[in-house]
Structure formats: C-alpha cells, structure tokens
C-alpha cells in the first residue's frame, strides 16, 4: 500500500519482474486488480475507483519507448488533435492549436515544431517531450511515468528528469516515477518506495 501526495514526484523502483509495470497498468485501468484497491482523489476532492481513474482524464501516462508509442508512418500532430477532439477540449480548430500549443510550450517546445513531421524526425529526447506534452493536454493531475528516461541517451535524460520537476512545480501535478534505476530515483524524487517480488519492502523519503 502507498499514496502519492499532491505535487510530489514518487518513485517506485525495484529489480525487473517485482510488479512496478503492473501496478502502473492497473492505475491505467489495463489489468484489474484481483484484490484491493485503487483510489483517486479528483480535483473537488471526491474520491473514485475502478475504471473511473483513468477514464476521469486526471490520470496519463508517459511510457518507456518514445519511438513506440507513435505510429512512425502516422504524423505526430495527429495525436493531439484526437486527444482534443476525444475529450472535448476545443470547439474549433484555432482552440485546439492553442491547447496543444500551450501543452507543447510546457515541455519547451511549439505547435509550429510540431506540424507536419512523423515521429522519425525526432531525437528520441524530443520525442519523449512530445510524449510528456501530450499527457498534458488534459491537465492531469497524475503523470504515471513508467521509465521514461531509459530509451534515451544518457546526455538527455537529465533534462526530462528536469522537465518532471519543472511541471511539479510550475503545474502542480504528480508524477509517479517507476523506474530500476536508482540513481535517477534520487535525483528526481521525492519518497520512494523500494519493491521485492511484489511487495513494498521499504518507504520513506529518498
């Protein structure tokens, strides 16, 4: 058992196989828990369970592979513009540009760098910017970041750690960070818990 706090980045780490991904696919609402449960607290503060996590829109994802969360034949922009229509976060073309230039401008990028390219024209850094921009679309209020800094090169993971700190800072939000990756658990957060074939072993500050 564990909570995540308001503006806190939580990392959950451990060794390959303990359970990390499958406690993120339940948040996500792709595998249901045979026991227990999951409970989000929504923005008036009500709390809701079940299927209702994720489909509260309070709740995305940034996944591990940048490269395979794209369609590489499909343009990136695309993307957005359904996340938008899904949602109902624009009435109109022009509205849906400045939401998904406002999410892009919080990852230090622009709907003009954006337009018209396929994910191949893209650092695998960029990409995962892009990623994390588009999780943003709906103003989360949780990022579950399962990996995000392990497909990309040593020299830019370091800057989308920072970005994470930035987006707690700037939007409020909370990531859960899970990751085998000890070193970048303690850069980037706040408590972590330690897992060991599916059970907690250790919790507290990092």
């Not at 990392?11 to 026991?35: D, H, N, Q, V, Y």
């Not at 990028?109 to 994390?132: D, M, N, T, W």
């Not at 994470?164 to 939000?173: A, D, P, T």
């Amino acid at each position: 058992s564990f909570h995540v706090e308001s503006a806190e980045i939580f990392g959950l780490a451990g060794e390959s196989g303990c359970g990390k991904t499958t406690i993120a696919r339940m948040i996500l609402g792709f595998e249901e828990p045979t026991s227990g449960q999951i409970i989000y607290r929504t923005r008036d503060g009500s709390p809701i369970t079940g299927k209702e996590v994720w489909r509260s829109a309070g709740v995305q994802a940034v996944f591990q592979n940048p490269f395979e969360t794209f369609n590489p034949l499909r343009q990136v922009e695309n993307y957005f513009f359904e996340a938008v229509h899904n949602f109902r976060l624009a009435n109109n073309q022009a509205e849906a540009i400045a939401r998904i230039d406002k999410a892009l401008a919080a990852v230090g990028l622009s709907y003009k760098e954006l337009a018209g390219r396929y994910p191949s024209e893209f650092s695998g850094g960029q990409l995962q910017r892009v990623s994390i921009a588009r999780s943003l679309l709906t103003e989360p209020s949780l990022l579950i970041a399962d990996e995000p800094v392990s497909m990309v090169d040593a020299s830019i993971r370091m800057s989308i750690m920072n970005l994470f700190r930035e987006l707690v800072g700037k939007l409020g939000i909370s990531v859960l960070y899970i990751t085998h990756d000890l070193a970048t658990a303690y850069y980037v957060c706040d408590r972590i818990a330690i897992m060991l074939r599916g059970n907690i072993v250790a919790l507290g500050d990092v």
